[in-house]
Nanobody
Framework: QVQFVESGGGLVQSGGSLRLSCAASLEAFDYYAIGWFRQAPGKEREAVSCISSVGGRTYYADSVKGRFTISRDNAKNTVYLQMNSLKPEDTAVYYC?????????????WGQGTQVTVSS
């Protein structure tokens, strides 16, 4: 059974910073693309940032470009999301996702989420 440990969420003032961590008990962790998604109350879940399994290619939503940085440490099975210059509209539950495609099946796992609240 895959388990995620997400941490680093909390309450911060506008302009502040937080670093989210997602540690996953996944075999072959480095074969997985890892993403951070978020869901605010009354809104759909949206992709925030992703990092590829090979080459470390990254993706950022337009709303977070220049403020958030995603990175991974495969030796620790952990992905980080450094969030700077936080805004009230960044308030949401942030979820970690691990995805891997293979010839036989796709692997798609989600963490339990961590709350980020940015006060104005």
């Amino acid at each position: 059974q895959v388990q995620f440990v997400e941490s680093g969420g909390g309450l911060v003032q506008s302009g502040g910073s937080l670093r989210l961590s997602c540690a996953a008990s996944l075999e072959a962790f480095d074969y997985y693309a890892i993403g951070w998604f978020r869901q605010a109350p009354g809104k759909e879940r949206e992709a925030v940032s992703c990092i590829s399994s090979v080459g470390g290619r990254t993706y950022y939503a337009d709303s977070v470009k220049g403020r958030f940085t995603i990175s991974r440490d495969n030796a620790k099975n952990t992905v980080y999301l450094q969030m700077n210059s936080l805004k009230p509209e960044d308030t949401a539950v942030y979820y970690c996702n691990a995805y891997r495609r293979s010839p036989l099946r796709d692997y798609d796992y989600w963490g339990q989420g961590t709350q980020v609240t940015v006060s104005s």
